[in-house]
């Protein structure tokens, strides 16, 4: 096992409903039997660190009973986020989310818990972060963070006191959060950021004839990438982790997996050399993607 795999984090919103473009119209969910097998692999490989959300279905059930059955439940590292619907300024309505979470996940504290909308900063000097204080003090949880989509947030997020992990949107398309001088700040700050979507949410590693009709505008991006891998002879999933892991050495990851196997390959391609040429082209190449390639949120439906 490579001491690096401490950097990876499994993201769970797979085991609680279908997540991603490469997902869609897919309804088999993953059986609990999966999911235990899922996150065995993880932890087998080193990986600590399990990413969910209260919002993400029966994904914190799912997780807890893996957990559970693993044996491993008092180590492991479990960051949640409220659910966004929530009366964020009410303490007894968080109090009881937090006990709750608790509950399902079977863990004596939560590593962390996030805001999983980033308007929700809005709240923070509105008597928030004096909630989330409590919860601190209690032992309920250990990190307070949030869930960010925007530049923008991100640093405000990271001159917040009291804020000290930050999840954003990053991958070997999207330059923004790097070009924003994010992840410098987040160094300076001494705060720990958590990169999602380093496949944007599957859309990287589809097959050209999988990309749906409606997505066809992204297709010359992914063909482009498709002929770098070709040509230098390395998966676009190990372009994209190579991408991460050269450009932002301090970050946590966080991946999802369907199955055990994606688990394995994930971690076989962050652990495997790093190929600093294949970096440098890919920076050249995708210097400029449009947002509305970068951005699920502007996909059509």
């Known amino acids: ?23 869609a119209g897919k309804t088999e969910q993953p059986t609990q039997t999966t ?22 279905g029966k994904s914190e059930q799912a997780l807890g009973e893996a957990l559970s059955k693993l044996g491993v439940s008092a180590e492991a590292l479990v960051i949640s986020k409220f659910d966004p619907a929530l009366d964020h300024l009410d303490r007894n309505v968080l109090s009881n989310a937090v006990g709750e979470s608790l509950s399902r996940l079977g863990v004596p504290s939560l590593y962390g818990m996030m805001l999983h909308k980033e308007k929700m900063l809005s709240a923070w000097d509105n008597g928030l972060s004096k909630i989330f204080h409590t919860f601190v ?4 949880i250990k990190h307070i963070g949030i869930s960010v989509y925007s ?7 990271l001159n917040t006191d009291g804020i000290d992990m930050v999840q954003l949107p990053t991958n070997i398309l999207d330059r923004r959060f790097e070009t924003a001088g994010v992840f410098q700040l987040a160094e300076e700050k001494k705060k720990k950021i958590y990169i999602r979507s380093v496949f944007l949410q599957g859309l990287i590693l589809m097959d050209i004839g999988e990309i749906p009709e409606k997505m066809s505008f992204v297709k010359p991006v992914i063909e482009k990438l498709e002929s770098i891998s070709n040509e230098l002879k390395l ?14 050495p301090d970050a946590k990851v966080v991946f999802g997996a369907d199955t055990p196997l994606h688990v394995k390959e994930n971690v076989a391609c962050w652990e ?16 400029c993607v449009d947002e509305k390639i970068l951005n699920p949120t502007l996909w059509p439906d």
């Open 137 to 140: 003090v209690s032992g309920k």
């Open 35 to 56: 999911a235990n097998a899922i996150v065995q692999e993880a932890w087998e490989n080193g990986i600590r660190e399990f990413d969910t959300a209260q919002g993400y």
């Open 272 to 287: 495997g050399e790093l190929l600093p040429s294949s970096v440098d082209r890919v920076k050249k190449i995708f210097d």
């Open 235 to 248: 998966s676009r999933k190990k372009l994209a982790l190579d991408y991460i892991k050269s450009e932002m």
């Open 151 to 157: 530049p923008e947030k991100a640093i405000q997020a």
């Open 1 to 23: 096992m490579n001491a690096s795999s401490y950097l990876l984090v499994l993201g769970t919103a797979q085991l609680g409903f279908n997540y991603g473009i490469a997902n």
